[in-house]
Each structure stands twice: as C-alpha cells, then as structure tokens.
C-alpha cells in the first residue's frame, strides 16, 4: 500500500490529467482497499456467527422417525399383526397411535409380508418391505432405514404388538436420546408388579443416579441379603419400546453377540457389554402386549371397560 | 530491525561513530537474531523435555497399600490380632502386602492401641484412625490424609485375607494405571457353582473391556430357566480393592445410593455414581476368616500346604 504521494512534478505531459490525479488515486486505491478488507471481514463474522447460532439453536439429533416392525411369521401367533381388536387391524391401531406422538416426523410399517403391506397402504400407512431373514425386530429396523434413504438421526423401534402404545412415551424416550449427547439408545420403563419379580419373562432393570441403564436381567435386581422380594422396593420392569441413534443402529446388528446377551437371552445387554451408554425413562404404563390369541380377548375387554373404540 | 544501512555521508561530528554504525546495527541485529534463536531453543528444548518425561513417567505411579484393621466386631473380637500358626493375622497378611511389587509402602490403618503396638514390634509402619469409621474405605480415606504425602493409587487391603497372593494387588494397580477413566479397580475369581444362590457370595457381571457392569447378591446373569447353569463361567467379587487417591478423598462422602442399600454391596455406589471400575480376573480360593472356627480351617490348609 503506498501511503507516500507520488512527487507531483514527474513525468511528460501525456500523462498530465492522470499524474495530477494520481495523490488521490493511490490514496482512493488504499481507502478501496480498506473498506473492502473490512467487508469482507464484517461478511466472513456473519457467516461464523450465523452458522454457530444456527448450529446452537437448532435441536440435536431432530429428524426422527418411527418405524413398527411387522413380520407375519410367529410360532405362537402367525399373522398377529393383522388380528382385529374390536373391529380394527392390530398393527392399525399400533400405527395410529404412533402417528399422535409429536416427536415424530415419519411413521413406517416395516413388513416382510404382501399381505401386511396391502392392509397397511388402505389405511394410508408407508411401508417399506424388508427380507424374511431378518432375525429380529432391531434388524428389520436397520434395514427399512437403509431402503427409507431419508437422513434420520433417531429411529424409534415401535413394537406392533402392543396396541395401546402411549404417544407420549413414544415422545419421552426420544426426548431423552435428543437431550443425551453421550448416549446412543433409549428406552422405557414402569414399575414392576411384586408378583412379577420372581417371573423370568419380566425383565428386571437397573439404573444409575442420571437414569442411564446399569443392568437389565430375568432375574431379580436388586437382589438383597435375604434373598426374598423387598415389597417396599421399587423394582423397574424394562418395556419393550427403543429409540437409537441412526448411526448406532447401522452397526448394532452387526456386532457380535456378547456373553450376558446370550445367556440372558436380552439383545439390549449387547449394548452395555459394548461399553455404550443407554438412557432409561420412567414411566406409567400397563404392559398389554399381543403375544397369544387369547390375549385379543383380554385386550378387548380391558378397552371396552375404557370405552376405547 | 534496521536493514537499510543509513547514508554514509552524515553529520561530521559522528564520523567514528557513523562510520561504524551499518556495523553496529548490524552487530546489533545479529545480536538479536541470535539471542532468540537461541532462547527459542531452550523454550523448545523445556518443552520437549517435558512432554517426554511425562509420558515416560508412569501413570499414577505413586501406590499405597492400607490395611484397615479395627478391633471391634460383632463375630470376632480383636480378630487382627488373632494367632495363625503361631503368628497374627495382620502380620500374616502384612507380610504378603509387602511382597507386592507395586506396592511404595504398606500401612495398617488401626483405631486399637494394641494391634498398633503388636505392628510396630513386627517392623510396620501404622496410621492411628478413629473409631468411629464405618467402614475399611473410610478408615484408608482417613489414613491416606493422616500420611500426608502424595499417592496416587491406594489399595485396600483386607486385613482378614491373611493368603491374599501378592500377585493380586500387582495385578490391580496395573489394570488402574493401565485404565485412565476408571477411578476404582478390584478383582474377581471363578465362582463355585454351589455358591450361585448364597446371598453371601457376591456375583459380578463385566463389559467386554473387563469395566464393571453389576454386582449382585443374586445370581447374575440369570436366565429363561431360573436355574444355575452349570457351564457358565460365573464370577464372584474379591473383598481387595484399589482407588485413585483423587476418587478416595471424595468416595466416603458420597451420599448411600438405592441400589447400594437393598443389596448392601458398597461397591455399587460407585456405578450408580456414574464412576467407572476396572475388573481383573484371577485364580483365588479365598479364606477369609470371619469367625473363630475359620481359623482352624485356615491353619488344616496352611499345614496341607506346608506353609508357617
């Protein structure tokens, strides 16, 4: 930058207009310079400033989607999915329900069945057909993701056997895998029923002081010295319902099966014994789970009690 | 830095002066050059020095071994003091604590005069702690503040293990020093199948990183059946453990967490404290004596195995 005037006296006469102007024309040169230096600056710290508001404001992981695994297979109960409860589809009425959960951006029917994709496309569900191989539902999850090609960064497992889902448990476990950076899975749980403590088909939980999940077991925990059930303790019976994050469950079939997992039999030790954080909330709810024919009546009962339609 | 070296034709009355000056300027400036070429070396040099001896210095490498060793007892008064083949416990389990390796000095911690006293005569050096300790973590807290000096591990030695293999507490400093984001390490052996439903007989379940994931009265991990399944290879909780002195000054004070309570197992305080707790696996029949009759037991063993 010349800050030093060019001698005035100088050069021949052809460039006489341009030398006399030439102090300003340096001088404009600089001040051009400058302000142009400066609005560049002043245009690069917006650009910083609005991307890291942006950044900040907008919610963590906040594309969520919904997705209800539903095979026709079952060695207990083939077709379940399409059983109708007074009147409706079961997996109609799972989907219904997800469809209030506000955290929700999309609600998928993942089947491996025609006959399933067919009932769920005439109530104006999306399905995405997944194989017949895949060896549970957190699997078939993965794979509707993949076929979805959308950006999620959650995905809710939403079980298509339970047809009294709350929406806003749906909405809690999502809240709290979006509110915990450091945890790659959310999951429920209710209070368990002292008759239920000693049953190996109730899973047991137990948490740490910040609501992350410690351990899940058929057995008894926590035990005590007496060996007998504490009737004033507040065991935790885990629900089925989990959310993880997307780029968790792109590998989490894929890991080996662990030891507890297997001995246990309860896929979501794989996660713990993994050394990944998973979030646990509590909540009030009455398992109503669709396992055998038998159970279509008592739900059926329950909800006619309710005046439920 | 003056590089244009001024008009030689100045002022006359600095002829000597200006006639030496382009020199003198630059004699000046390589003075400067050199001077900070200089300090940035040694700057760099402290800085390299630094780094290096800090990362060739071991990790929590400043270890204490504390027997806790109160005298009251529900089942067995004065047990540290009690005679096994010839010989106190804590003498016994003293001698062993000092065979460790990675031990930098064993302490008894002790709220009696009197096993105070028998450890002196047998060479030990000893903490007075106060009575009113609940338990051996809080008695090696208090310890650790009355030895005043700067430990970064402190393990805490059942004064009532009096075989506790020397190999263990080497084993768990490692696996402590070797794991910056645990603040608490322990042990755990194969557990007997006839022990699988003693409320007594703490079970452990681990990641597959060897951390800590529960402790239980009951059987973990349990299973569909509800039976002891006799191929599992199930781990049972050794008493011996060891803390980062940082984790310990904080450790006893930490309020009872829920978990800990109903299963009365203190360890669990710390998980469900969020902390994260190493475990090793070793090979160990523990004889813990607790009460009277244990020390017959001890000491049929101690003669089978022609140990004095």
Redesign the interface.
């Known amino acids: 930058m010349a800050f030093c005037p060019l001698p005035s006296s100088s050069s021949s006469s052809s460039d006489s207009s341009s030398s006399s102007s030439s102090p300003f024309e340096s001088f404009n040169s600089a001040k051009f310079w400058i302000l142009h230096g400066i609005m560049a600056g002043v245009a690069v710290a917006a650009a910083v400033g609005a991307r890291a508001y942006w950044t900040r404001v907008k919610k963590f992981r906040n594309q969520v989607v919904g997705i209800i695994p539903a095979r026709f297979a079952s060695t207990r109960f083939q077709g379940k999915p399409l059983v109708e409860i007074l009147g409706k589809p079961m997996i109609q009425r799972t989907w219904e329900r997800a469809k209030l959960a506000a955290t929700l951006d999309q609600v998928v029917v993942a089947t491996d069945d025609e006959k399933i994709a067919e009932c769920c496309r005439k109530f104006g569900a999306d399905v995405v057909m997944t194989s017949e191989s895949c060896r549970n539902g957190t699997e078939r999850c993965s794979e509707a993701l993949e076929k979805l090609g959308k950006n999620y960064d959650i995905v809710v497992n939403i079980q298509g056997d339970e047809p009294l889902i709350e929406p806003e448990i749906i909405d809690g476990i999502v809240k709290a895998l979006q509110a915990t950076p450091d945890a790659v899975f959310s999951t429920a749980v209710t209070s368990l029923k002292p008759e239920d403590a000693?049953d190996?088909?109730r899973v047991k939980c137990?948490v740490?002081?910040?609501g992350?999940a410690?351990?899940f077991?058929?057995?008894?925990?926590?035990?005590?010295?007496?060996?007998k059930v504490?009737q004033q303790?507040p065991y935790l019976l885990h629900l089925g319902i989990q959310s993880y994050d997307t780029k968790f469950l792109k590998i989490y079939p894929d890991l080996q099966p662990?030891?507890?997992q297997l001995?246990?039999?309860l896929e979501q030790l794989k996660v713990?014994?993994?050394?990944y954080k998973m979030k646990v909330i509590k909540v009030n709810h009455e398992a109503h789970g669709v396992d055998i024919p038998e159970d279509v009546q008592k739900i059926e009962s329950l909800m006619r009690e309710r005046n439920l339609s």
Not at 272 to 275: A, P, Q, S, T, Y
Request: zero cysteines; aromatic letters at 12%.
């Open positions: 000693l190996p088909n137990v740490d002081n910040r992350y410690i351990y077991s058929r057995g008894l925990i926590p035990f005590n010295k007496s060996g504490n303790f662990t030891p507890l001995e246990e039999d713990l014994e993994n050394g």
